[in-house]
């Protein structure tokens, strides 16, 4: 499965810190009831409620039998939503011979096999996370501020848009088809069709040398060349090689040799603030996601 930084994200926040066993469970028991750590005994004379396991941001694990004494270290990944790995290294008496164990999340707790019965672990301290720098926040280094390969103008290729019953993205080509066949139905007229078609894929996106991005829309079909005139003259609409400029104004940086741009989204992803600063990567096609958009670089 693969992971995005959502899922990585939320896996570092809930694994970070101090776990303790909580409970056991005998798999050959007949109701594999939860027993408590300090009730458990597996036989092995190990006092189960008196063992830790702290995750740390690194990747390191510090196991620890405090009846005992001892402490043992290793390492741990996430390897799906809601599961990781970690190394025993010997530290579990009954699985030696075992180099890895999985942790699963069950009801917010953290479930170990071994042999013949499961740990739960409960969380009884967070860890330290480094709050990374938002990219608003970073000056770009001297190399940075030489990239300009990104500036130039760019062509809509794809649009969020409504096809049919599917919302996604899609080309001219598949938007026009869909809404010549809703004009054929009388559920669209030639305006709407012009606004749908031409004000989207029509419009030029342009990365400038000073960090600025702009947007420039066609002149509106159904308008007179009369208000037009008069809306450039009163200072409404500023024309840019007979298109409009759009009050849309962003700007664009590099760090670290990657491309963003500031989108003025504000969203949260588990009560955290997300930063508006989307990255400008092309992908096998030369396609960049840009909004809700995906542009593509027009021939010098």
Request: proline content about 3%.
């Amino acid at each position: 499965m693969k992971l995005d930084e959502y899922d990585l994200k939320w896996g570092l926040e809930f694994i970070v810190g101090t776990w303790k066993v909580d409970y056991a469970v005998n798999y050959w028991s007949n109701d594999l009831a939860q027993i408590p750590a300090e009730k458990f005994d597996a036989g092995d004379g190990r006092q189960y409620s008196q063992l830790t396991f702290e995750f740390f941001e690194d990747h390191r694990l510090l196991m620890k039998d405090a009846a005992a004494g001892t402490q043992v270290e290793s390492t741990w990944k996430q390897t799906g939503s809601c599961k990781f790995q970690y190394s025993l290294n010997g530290f579990f008496e009954t699985s030696k011979k075992k180099t890895a164990e999985t942790l699963e999340v069950v009801d917010g707790k953290l479930t170990i096999a071994l042999d013949n019965f499961a740990l739960g672990l409960a969380k009884i301290a967070d860890g330290t996370i480094t709050k990374p720098a938002d990219i608003g926040d970073i000056e770009p280094s001297a190399s940075d501020l030489e990239m300009k390969d990104i500036v130039g103008r760019y062509t809509i290729a794809k649009a969020m848009s409504f096809v049919g019953e599917k919302f996604g993205m899609f080309t001219r080509k598949e938007v026009e088809a869909y809404c010549r066949i809703r004009k054929a139905a009388k559920q669209m007229d030639d305006k709407e069709m012009w606004e749908t078609l031409d004000c989207t894929f029509d419009s030029i996106i342009e990365f400038t040398d000073d960090h600025k991005v702009k947007t420039y829309m066609p002149l509106p079909k159904y308008v007179s060349q009369k208000e037009i005139d008069k809306a450039v003259a009163d200072g409404e609409i500023t024309l840019v090689d007979g298109m409009m400029a759009t009050d849309d104004e962003y700007e664009w940086k590099v760090v670290d040799g990657a491309y963003y741009y500031d989108s003025h989204e504000e969203a949260e992803v588990f009560g955290e603030k997300v930063s508006p600063w989307k990255k400008l990567e092309p992908d096998s096609n030369g396609l960049i996601e840009f909004g809700p958009f995906m542009i593509i670089k027009m021939a010098d």
